[in-house]
């Protein structure tokens, strides 16, 4: 929580106006920020000084996981993360590519489990990664990346956390997320809980134990409708402690993840937050 709430102050007092072509608002910026998070001692960096809804950015995860393209998809899970993106975003509305209401195109999870090859096959990266992880290898190479510039027209989002690196020390993994961009007020909320839950979950299905997930953001940014509410609100508020993330222990493989697994197999204890805080989010 303190990582957090640093990187905010720190924008605020070092920050750089922006203008941001794609939502035509000027965002507050820094270059490179660093967090990491303490799977290892279950300590979720679940945000406090106000209400995170946590299992919104879990769904998510698991829509990536599934290699979902629609937004329809997602929510059935318990997130509407995607109906913006999906349906208001006009450059979007206007692609070929697009299918049709709620298509996403070719993002995310998409590219994580069918990144398309030149002879027409498809790649699935994160099926490599738990297979390698199952048998205790790692090649240095255990990578899922969902930055694929030869397909951005066909998608209606860049990805912001793009690639995850996972590392294994014996029986113990280390996972490193990249993040290209972050809205901290409000996507960052849901990356954190992200990036950490990856690598716990990582680590049950491929029979490891969770160490550290290393987080690094190359651009942090607060919209300029944000900032009273971060710098005159949420900055003035009192964190409380880490809460702990639960993982059914009956989820034992990838494919468990692809079909049986819901929101009501995680569960979040020891969580104790501030009022709400309505951050504007922009298409």
């Known amino acids: 929580m303190k990582q957090y709430l640093d990187l905010c102050q720190r924008i605020i007092d070092e920050g750089t106006w922006i203008e941001n072509k ?54 059935a899970l318990g997130t509407k993360t995607w109906d913006a993106n999906s349906n208001e975003n006009q450059e979007w509305l206007n692609n070929s590519h697009r299918k049709g209401p709620d298509d996403m195109g070719r993002v995310y999870g998409v590219q994580g489990r069918r990144w398309a090859k030149p002879d027409g096959s498809t790649l699935d990266q994160l099926a490599k990664l738990v297979t390698n992880l199952s048998k205790g290898i790692d090649d240095r190479g255990e990578i899922i990346s969902f930055y694929n510039p030869g397909e951005f027209d066909m998608g209606c989002l860049r990805p912001c956390m793009h690639t995850h690196t996972f590392s294994l020390l014996g029986d113990t993994l280390y996972l490193s997320s990249y993040q290209r961009s972050c809205d901290v007020p409000l996507g960052l909320n849901f990356n954190q809980i992200q990036v950490f839950f990856l690598l716990q979950i990582m680590a049950q299905i ?76 922009s298409v």
């Not at 939502?23 to 990491?36: E, F, H, M, N, S």
């Not at 809460?243 to 569960?267: C, G, Q, Y």
């Open 206 to 281: 491929t029979g490891n134990k969770a160490g550290k997930a290393f987080h690094k953001i190359v651009n942090a940014h607060i919209y300029e409708d944000q900032l009273e509410l971060m710098r005159d609100v949420q900055l003035k508020r009192t964190p409380f402690d880490s809460p702990a993330l639960h993982i059914n222990p009956d989820i034992k493989s990838l494919e468990d993840l692809e079909t049986w697994v819901t929101l009501d197999d995680f569960e979040v204890t020891g969580y104790q937050y501030h009022d709400a805080i309505k951050y504007p989010f």
């Open 22 to 75: 794609r939502t035509g608002k000027r965002c507050l910026t820094v270059i490179d920020a660093d967090l990491t998070y303490d799977v290892a001692n279950n300590q979720l960096p679940l945000i406090t000084t106000r209400r995170s809804y946590w299992k919104s950015a879990i769904a998510e995860i698991l829509g990536y996981i599934r290699g979902y393209d629609n937004a329809a998809d997602f929510r």
